[in-house]
């Protein structure tokens, strides 16, 4: 499976986009791109998924160049109740990885201050 | 609709002692899974149940975790005996269908002393 690096932590202020770049360099051509969220004390939970160019849904976006190996995720307008840790997985099979189970790396933590 | 739901939400063991934890997944839900997060470390995927049978339990630990589903529905996570490296927080999560969303519980805080 390919390997994700992500910085370990940022900081933003409440209004702000913030922009959490994945570094994918080993992704396969059947390979997704899937960023879950976790709040302190919830289990993660998916946010978005895309293979190429640009996905946007309510909640965030996702930026993937034209070679993979790295994707944006963008939030807009970033509130307090957005900090969190975010998760970036690179997996063969939409939303999962290996047919089920989830790989997680050591993730984002985000801090939005007032 | 009822969430993936685990008890206890935090249980604090002596060494040596027997924990059992359990989650109810979302009803429907075929599959379930068992993840864990120890201190400092990511979360890391433990066993994967389709109804009652295990289907992957590649990332248990030793032979002190034993989980079940009898019946295929709410799902055990038993550990015996306990130790110390065994704390962190356990994660449950279920799926309809292998390959799509799935729905994470709050976790159980385990803290063995």
């Known amino acids: 499976l390919a390997k994700t690096t992500q910085p370990i932590s940022m900081d933003s202020y409440e209004g702000q986009e913030v922009n959490i770049t994945c570094s994918h360099n080993?992704?396969?051509?059947?390979?997704?791109i899937t960023w879950y969220q976790q709040f302190p004390s919830q289990g993660p939970r998916f946010i978005i998924q895309?293979?190429?160019t640009k996905v946007t849904n309510e909640v965030a976006s996702l930026f993937i160049p034209a070679d993979r190996k790295s994707s944006t995720l963008s939030l807009p307008r970033v509130s307090l109740s957005d900090t969190a840790v975010y998760y970036c997985?690179?997996?063969?099979?939409?939303?999962?990885?290996?047919?089920?189970?989830?790989?997680f790396g050591q993730g984002t933590e985000l801090s939005v201050k007032p | 609709e009822a969430g993936v739901t685990q008890f206890p939400s935090h249980s604090v063991i002596e060494k040596g002692q027997t924990v059992t934890l359990r989650c109810d997944p979302i009803?429907?839900?075929?599959?379930l899974y068992w993840y864990r997060r120890v201190m400092g470390k990511e979360i890391k995927f433990l066993l994967h149940?389709?109804?009652?049978?295990?289907?992957?339990e590649s990332g248990m630990p030793n032979n002190r975790f034993l989980a079940e589903r009898t019946g295929g529905t709410y799902s055990t996570l038993k550990v015996q005996p306990a130790e110390l490296e065994d704390s962190g927080v356990y994660f449950c999560?279920?799926?309809?269908?292998?390959?799509?969303?799935?729905?994470f519980g709050q976790g159980t805080r385990l803290t063995v002393v």
């Open positions: 997985l690179v997996g063969g099979i939409p939303i999962y990885n290996q047919g089920g189970k989830l790989i």
């Open positions: 999560a279920s799926s309809y269908k292998k390959g799509t969303e799935a729905f």
């Open positions: 895309g293979y190429k």
């Open positions: 009803s429907g839900h075929d599959n």
């Open positions: 080993n992704i396969a051509t059947n390979d997704y």
């Open positions: 149940f389709v109804k009652e049978s295990k289907q992957d």
